[in-house]
């Protein structure tokens, strides 16, 4: 299980921590500053649209967790809550897992999200003993693919209109990293 995780990029102060309420309106908040962007990438925000909204996702998380079914981390960046990144989907029959993240446009470009997702990854092979893990984004996400890249990960996959967006199909890249072609 992930315990807790610290890191410094540049002037930032990072830490990966479980979600607690508390952090539910700095979450909301993020949200609110980038809902235009995040609608176009991320299906939940449709679902959220207030503090307690945030909050009830925050229960449903630390339950999913709890029963192994979902890590759920808030990216907390000075102090402030500013974007998550989960692993989820995970079979532990076939020893897989698929990774969402997002993050706060103040904090984007810095690194933050690819040293996170690595994070992640590590937990996922070296803790958990995984065998592959599965970032999936929408065509035009152009930055969640660069993620996956940085680290290595493979283009496995593109899913013709996969997903309805904007009211139009869109296609959905898929990449892979096995536990052989990690490198810790």
Not at 54 to 67: D, G, L, P, S, W
Not at 88 to 100: K, Y
């Given at each position: 299980?992930?315990?807790?995780?610290?890191?410094?990029?540049?002037?930032?102060?990072?830490?990966?921590?479980?979600?607690?309420?508390?952090?539910?309106?700095?979450?909301?908040?993020?949200?609110?500053?980038?809902?235009?962007?995040?609608?176009?990438?991320?299906?939940?925000?449709?679902?959220?649209?207030?503090?307690?909204?945030?909050?009830?996702?925050?229960?449903?998380?630390?339950?999913?967790?709890?029963?192994?079914?979902?890590?759920?981390?808030?990216?907390?960046i000075?102090?402030?809550?500013?974007?998550?990144?989960?692993?989820?989907n995970?079979?532990?029959?076939?020893r897989?897992?698929?990774?969402?993240?997002?993050?706060?446009?103040?904090?984007?470009?810095?690194?933050?999200?690819?040293?996170?997702?690595?994070?992640?990854?590590?937990?996922?092979?070296?803790?958990?003993?995984?065998?592959?893990?599965?970032?999936?984004?929408?065509?035009?996400?152009?930055?969640?693919?660069?993620?996956?890249?940085?680290?290595g990960?493979?283009?496995?996959?593109?899913?013709?209109?996969?997903?309805?967006?904007?009211?139009?199909?869109?296609?959905?890249?898929?990449y892979?990293?096995?536990?052989?072609?990690?490198?810790?």
């Amino acid at each position: 299980m992930f315990t807790y995780a610290e890191f410094t990029l540049g002037n930032d102060q990072i830490k990966l921590t479980l979600p607690d309420k508390r952090q539910a309106t700095d979450l909301f908040q993020a949200i609110e500053h980038d809902r235009q962007e995040l609608e176009r990438w991320m299906p939940w925000t449709k679902t959220t649209n207030s503090i307690k909204d945030e909050e009830n996702f925050i229960n449903y998380a630390r339950e999913q967790v709890i029963q192994n079914k979902l890590l759920e981390l808030v990216i907390v960046i000075n102090k402030t809550a500013a974007g998550m990144a989960d692993l989820h989907n995970i079979d532990w029959e076939n020893r897989r897992a698929e990774v969402g993240y997002w993050l706060s446009s103040d904090f984007q470009g810095r690194g933050i999200m690819t040293e996170t997702v690595k994070r992640l990854i590590k937990t996922a092979f070296a803790d958990w003993s995984l065998h592959k893990i599965i970032i999936q984004a929408d065509s035009e996400n152009l930055a969640s693919q660069a993620v996956a890249r940085r680290l290595g990960f493979n283009k496995e996959a593109v899913l013709k209109e996969q997903l309805y967006s904007g009211k139009e199909f869109h296609d959905l890249v898929v990449y892979t990293q096995l536990i052989n072609d990690w490198s810790k």
